[in-house]
């Protein structure tokens, strides 16, 4: 019964239903992710005229503060996520953004990302989603595909809460946060200047990790 439960969460950390366990997993989200969110849209520095991509928004509060700072200039900011529930919630969330044309959230897996157009994005962020990733080196590629020469990507997280999570099994059927994975990848994958940051949060005292790496201007 415990097991199941914990398979369940699990399931709905890496792609969260639409369901009532779907819905717990998105209010734990926003309260315990939200902050951190904040700080991946900090670290990346982004401009009013920025093209900006999130992926794995979830409920969206990365996105909504992307579209704060490009809001006022030529910028825009795109999102995908594999989570239809996790779409149509931050589709709420952003709707002022969408409706002005700053903000598109699209249905779509990391693996083989819906922009034909390669070299687009001068800052891409996600936030506790690598996690999920299978085929890291497929995904970073797709990553690295669509970043604009010179362009900077962030992930940011609790490492200790996220290993805590690890370690009471709910990552067993879903998925692998040892950081080692995503750093071989980065670069393995042509990521440069890789930088890895650990700080106190201000407010809540949380000891953060964030990863930086920026793609070659040439
Ligand atoms: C643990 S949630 C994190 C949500 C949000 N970034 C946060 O930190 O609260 C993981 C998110 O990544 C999305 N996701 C996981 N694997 C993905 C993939 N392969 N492609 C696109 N989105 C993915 C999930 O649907 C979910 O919204």
């Not at 439960?5 to 734990?28: D, H, S, W």
């Not at 936030?127 to 970073?140: E, H, I, Q, T």
């Not at 930088?195 to 793609?215: M, Y």
């Amino acid at each position: 019964m415990k097991s199941k439960l914990i398979n369940a969460i699990g399931r709905n950390l890496r792609k969260p239903e639409a369901t009532l366990l779907g819905r717990f997993v998105k209010k734990n989200f926003e309260k315990k992710n939200g902050f951190i969110e904040l700080e991946a849209v900090r670290l990346c520095d982004i401009q009013p005229n920025h093209q900006v991509l999130e992926v794995g928004f979830g409920p969206g509060i990365g996105v909504q503060a992307a579209y704060n700072i490009v809001k006022g200039g030529e910028g825009t900011i795109h999102g995908v996520d594999f989570s239809e529930e996790m779409v149509r919630i931050a589709t709420k969330r952003l709707e002022k953004g969408i409706s002005d044309g700053k903000v598109k959230l699209i249905h779509g897996d990391v693996s083989s990302m819906p922009f034909l157009q390669s070299n687009t994005f001068n800052r891409i962020f996600h936030c506790n989603c690598y996690y999920f990733w299978p085929d890291m080196s497929k995904a970073m590629n797709e990553l690295h595909r669509v970043m604009k020469p010179g362009g900077v990507m962030v992930t940011a997280m609790n490492y200790e809460r996220v290993k805590h999570i690890q370690a009471e099994g709910f990552f067993a059927k879903v998925g692998d946060p040892t950081l080692d994975r995503y750093l071989s990848a980065l670069d393995s994958c042509g990521f440069i200047e890789v930088e890895t940051k650990k700080f106190k949060h201000e407010k809540t005292g949380d000891n953060l990790v964030a990863i930086l790496a920026k793609k070659s201007e040439i």
